[in-house]
């Protein structure tokens, strides 16, 4: 079995080297070719001066070159970055700086409305261009940093000593929203990755006749699960970025797609369409996770695809997954969470560390090889988070390690678990953790607030909408703000609505009572 990312890829292509691998619009690519194109780049990453353990960022949709850096620099010793296609250029030099980043894959245009955020990242030294015409990339002292377009760069590779690897070392890191303002990478081993996989296609039975569709970010776990449980079974993922649900539909249909994952918002958008009689011919697992599924939407989905399995999930960055509902039990427990994914261990436990007992709120906690090895460069958030698990020998000379999630759960008797709330101000929309400090900032420095907050308004199809409540300044416009808000933010996080008050409403410490507003603003978007 493999133990490390690329193994996942290479152990695959020598049991079935021309089943396909990738298909990414009209091109689909074997395991034995993806394999090839893989190692190529690894070769020319050594070449780049890539060291161990470095940090690779890739800033590209899904295509099939996001797939194969991934692996290649899996290969290659170093560790990669995906960062989400969405986030705009100062979100993304804040990953490049705080994970040091020494190489950034990514396109021309893309790379155009970065360079003004680059210039304070010092670590970086060379640029990879997916552009093949060489007319196409920028002179190469354009900037501190050498810029290679694809040719080029692969030109580059020759033979080199593969660096020695183990299963223990950082494969990945990974930026969620922090709850501080500031997004945190979550430092993922070989092993998380692997094991991850191994879980995951597990339970969902996946083998080499499956046709995979991701749609989600590789920069989002979740996303990600998609592509690393395909190569791991010898299963084609499909890589698609739609511009409309329509797009979805499509692409189950023409590539007789058998496995699909997606999140609460995209799934309450293809609930309205009429799916084509075929997809639910082949169409055998359907996946939610990033929040909770409504009743109606699942209802909706279920009745356009009957044949198809839905298994509602549960996780956290931290931790890759941690649970999933059984199909079977959809009826009997629609609002649960279901229980532990294989080779995870879930527990509930009161403050103390002490467990609940049935019905009792507390703390989700997961122990087990899924546990991240903490964020990068931040042991203070890292203690956090990351603390003894409950169950302990004492026997053991160090203590095991698990994620105490944050989240509030109850247990029922047969170990079903009931998702209650998160202890943080952390909204979740669309599937995205996100800060509300780090909307407040941009609010602030509009210069047209007073005060300001960001709350998570329960929202039918998007878990929780973002609202901005402020006291304003005198010159305040709020198309003006709402312009500001899009030149800062990506669209997940921009307000779906803003309120104004003559004062926000304070705790007894002077600071301002999120609970009270959200509280105040509970059925807004309720009909």
Avoid at 138 to 150: E, R
Avoid at 240 to 256: A, C, G, I, Q, S
Avoid at 452 to 459: L, N
């Amino acid at each position: 079995m493999p133990t490390l990312l690329h193994h996942l890829l290479f152990k695959t292509a020598q049991h079935v080297p021309l089943r396909p691998a990738i298909a990414y619009k009209k091109t689909t690519v074997c395991y034995q070719q993806l394999a090839q194109q893989v190692q190529q780049q690894a070769a020319a990453l050594i070449a780049s001066h890539l060291k161990p353990q470095q940090r690779v960022a890739i800033f590209l949709p899904k295509q099939l070159e996001t797939v194969s850096s991934m692996l290649a620099i899996s290969l290659a010793g170093g560790v990669f970055v995906p960062i989400n296609p969405v986030l705009k250029a100062p979100q993304v030099a804040y990953i490049f700086n705080d994970c040091n980043v020494h190489i950034l894959i990514t396109s021309k245009s893309r790379l155009q409305n970065l360079a003004p955020d680059l210039e304070n990242c010092p670590d970086l030294h060379t640029v990879v261009l997916v552009d093949h015409d060489t007319t196409a990339s920028p002179p190469k002292d354009w900037q501190s940093y050498s810029i290679l377009n694809w040719d080029s760069y692969l030109q580059n590779a020759v033979i080199h000593t593969i660096p020695n690897i183990i299963d223990t070392d950082m494969a990945a890191i990974l930026y969620t929203s922090g709850s501080t303002g500031k997004p945190k990478g979550v430092v993922l081993s070989h092993r998380n990755l692997v094991a991850g996989a191994k879980s995951v296609s597990e339970y969902l039975s996946i083998t080499e006749a499956d046709r995979l569709l991701a749609v989600l970010p590789f920069s989002f776990d979740y996303g990600l699960n998609q592509l690393l449980s395909a190569l791991l079974n010898g299963a084609c993922c499909v890589l698609l970025d739609y511009l409309l649900p329509r797009d979805v539909l499509t692409t189950l249909e023409t590539h007789k797609i058998t496995g699909l994952a997606c999140v609460p918002p995209l799934w309450a958008q293809l609930a309205k369409l009429d799916w084509s009689p075929s997809i639910n011919e082949h169409l055998r697992y359907l996946t939610n996770s990033g929040g909770k599924m409504p009743k109606a939407v699942l209802t909706a989905i279920r009745q356009r695809v009957p044949n198809g399995q839905f298994f509602l999930m549960y996780g956290l960055t931290e931790a890759f997954r941690s649970t999933y509902l059984p199909p079977d039990q959809l009826d009997t427990r629609p609002d649960s969470i279901g229980k532990a994914i294989p080779n995870a261990d879930i527990l509930v436990v009161r403050e103390d560390g002490s467990p609940c007992v049935a019905h009792e709120a507390g703390e989700l906690v997961h122990r087990g090889s899924l546990v991240a090895l903490g964020y990068w460069n931040d042991p203070i958030k890292t203690a956090e988070r990351f603390k003894p698990a409950p169950k302990q020998n004492a026997a053991l000379p160090f203590p095991e390690i698990a994620v105490w999630s944050g989240d509030t759960v109850t247990m029922d008797e047969e170990g079903y678990l009931y998702f209650v709330g998160r202890k943080d101000d952390m909204i979740k929309s669309s599937g995205y953790r996100i800060s509300p400090t780090e909307i407040e900032e941009v609010i602030y420095s509009s210069g047209v607030a007073k005060e300001a907050a960001a709350i998570g308004v329960e929202h039918e199809s998007l878990g929780q909408a973002v609202v901005v409540v402020l006291s304003p300044e005198q010159h305040y416009d709020e198309a003006l703000l709402m312009q500001h808000c899009q030149a800062q933010l990506p669209n997940f996080m921009l307000p779906a609505k803003i309120i104004v008050l003559a004062s926000l409403p304070k705790n007894p410490n002077g600071k301002i009572d999120r609970n009270a507003l959200a509280q105040q603003f509970a059925e807004l978007f309720l009909s």
